[in-house]
């Protein structure tokens, strides 16, 4: 495999005229974020603009984004964003991205449009859409785009195929080759096998199962679960999934109807999505069977299944609410909990300590670890293994998933007789050209992680993270203290105050007066008069050392001098 990860590389040169340029700015590295610029003529298609959840290493940070630099200043030679399915990591930076140009054409499913349409409305964005179908062939801009039916956990998903004189590209998305799947949609292997025979000079491949042997398991296989988990249950059962999981919340459905139980959806995004796939026919609720949520307390919990959100422990979603005490929904001893989700790399921590919190509650908790509660949305190696040998692609390049994703994805290819030196191993920023039938990385361009944070968007940054970081982890000491502006001479303090330390103030009492010493030491230098920054630097590497040599902390020291 041809790596660019062992090294940093240069800036990538002005692209050469008849070659198409390939950047991925998210997806490569992360289970998330996915996003890839591509460039021909002057002209930029967009496939796909995700965001990335942020881990416990990233306190306070709401969302991450892609780093739009590359595009930020080249809107309008955007021909279109091509969205390949429905889920946030794909779609859920377009709001921000739109910010910019809210008149950006937006391609994609029916269903991954009225989902970005409503989350849009949002944010008060009105945008362009234009919808497609599997087996529709478009232009945008030089960019022959034929868009592939593809099976994933969410309907509605395709693949892309873009075609340009200089190369073409197979897109996947996200995808799996469920050969049974619940609304009989499989992945379009004639389609990959017709484009194969024309010739696919660069495959990009979901990487996410690439180290599960084997095919994934179909979606049928969970349906009898659940229902035999509703027979067995005597209480309220809650059931936390993807809000965009449709095929899912349709086996909860048929399971509550089928044992006399009333589902209520909760959670924003839960009853949005729902009512939208509802509305469009893409979810079939049984006649008497979903209720508003103010109705549960009137209904015995027997006879109660609630929907939420949460499946990844995010801290606002409703599960993680519940298991805080933070809801109105409550579960207690004898209360069920299913988990129908898989963990995205990353949130273990999280997702574990919302089961602890809800064992500790008494309630049951079932996840796929202890039962065919749910099944991925992605390929695993043996259904990558046949597409590699029906595609036949001249160039491999594996996206969406962490290093040893795409490593693994990579030696899949390979075995399929893919030459190691057509098999790229890129990562976020890199640039790829396309030329002749040949793909190469040539360098690279800055590319980032930006920080939605509340209201701010790109102001956070690492170092801010950093100092979160301290805070939470060694906690915080102020110093004050007042000098002469004449004489320099120390008139009041040092006052010492910490929080987050578990010993008390008095601790300081015995570092106080070398801190005072070294005050007058460096007051004492003629140089230092008027130089509170300086002085304010004596006492923070004073208390510094003594807090690391004696408490064995590494806090976050705030000095304060004040001239008088």
Excluded: W
Aim: net charge negative; hydrophobic share 40%.
């Amino acid at each position: 495999m041809t790596t660019a990860y062992s090294h940093r590389l240069d800036q990538a040169p002005a692209l050469r005229r008849g070659s198409l340029r390939i950047t991925p700015l998210g997806g490569l590295g992360d289970v998330g974020r996915n996003m890839t610029v591509l460039e021909f003529e002057g002209r930029l298609l967009i496939i796909d603009c995700g965001v990335l959840f942020p881990e416990d290493a990233q306190p306070g940070v709401d969302l991450i984004l892609p780093d739009f630099d590359l595009i930020r200043d080249r809107l309008d030679d955007v021909a279109a964003i091509v969205l390949t399915h429905g889920h946030e990591d794909h779609i859920g930076a377009v709001p921000y991205l739109l910010r910019m140009k809210p008149d950006l054409p937006l391609v994609g499913s029916q269903l991954t449009l009225a989902f970005l349409e409503a989350k849009l409305r949002e944010h008060r964005i009105k945008p362009y859409t234009y919808a497609v179908t599997e087996g529709e062939q478009e232009r945008f801009g030089p960019f022959d785009c034929e868009f592939v039916a593809v099976n994933h956990s969410i309907p509605d998903a395709l693949a892309v195929h873009v075609s340009t004189p200089a190369g073409t590209v197979l897109h996947t998305g996200d995808f799996k080759m469920d050969q049974l799947p619940l609304d009989g949609r499989i992945t379009d292997l004639r389609a990959f096998a017709r484009l194969g025979e024309a010739g696919v000079d660069l495959f990009m491949t979901d990487s996410t199962n690439a180290e599960v042997p084997g095919f994934t398991v179909g979606e049928q296989e969970i349906g009898p679960t659940l229902d035999g988990i509703f027979a067995k249950a005597r209480q309220k059962i809650v059931v936390a999934s993807f809000s965009s999981h449709v095929h899912r919340v349709q086996q909860v459905l048929d399971a509550a109807a089928a044992h006399g139980r009333k589902v209520a959806f909760v959670g924003r995004s839960m009853v949005r999505n729902m009512g939208i796939a509802s509305e469009m026919g893409y979810l079939d609720i049984p006649a008497n069977t979903v209720i508003d949520v103010k109705k549960i307390d009137s209904l015995p919990d027997e006879q109660v299944v609630l929907m939420c959100t949460g499946s990844q422990g995010e801290p606002m979603a409703a599960l993680s609410r519940i298991a805080n005490r933070d809801h109105r929904v409550s579960v207690g001893p004898g209360d069920l909990v299913v988990l129908a989700s898989s963990l995205i790399p990353g949130n273990e921590n999280a997702v574990f300590r919302v089961v602890n919190g809800l064992m500790a509650l008494g309630a049951e908790v079932v996840h796929k670890g202890n039962a065919k509660v749910h099944t991925s949305g992605h390929a695993s190696a043996g259904e990558l293994l046949y597409c590699y040998n029906i595609v036949r692609p001249k160039n491999v390049m594996p996206i969406h998933g962490e290093v040893r994703h795409l490593i693994a994805n990579g030696k899949i290819a390979e075995s399929t007789g893919i030459p190691p030196e057509r098999v790229l191993l890129a990562q976020d920023g890199h640039v790829v050209d396309l030329r002749d039938g040949v793909a190469q990385v040539v360098g690279e361009v800055p590319n980032g992680y930006v920080y939605v944070d509340g209201s701010s968007v790109g102001e956070v940054s690492e170092a801010d993270l950093k100092d979160r970081r301290i805070l939470g982890d060694e906690g915080f000491i102020s110093l004050f203290a007042v000098v002469n502006s004449e004489t320099g001479a120390l008139i009041a303090g040092p006052e010492i105050h910490a929080r987050g330390v578990a010993e008390d103030d008095v601790v300081f009492d015995k570092i106080r007066p070398e801190i005072v010493e070294a005050l007058e030491q460096a007051v004492a230098d003629q140089s230092n008069r008027g130089d509170t920054h300086q002085l304010q630097q004596v006492m923070r590497r004073v208390i510094g050392r003594y807090v690391s040599q004696r408490l064995r902390r590494r806090p976050m020291i705030i000095p304060i001098v004040i001239e008088a």
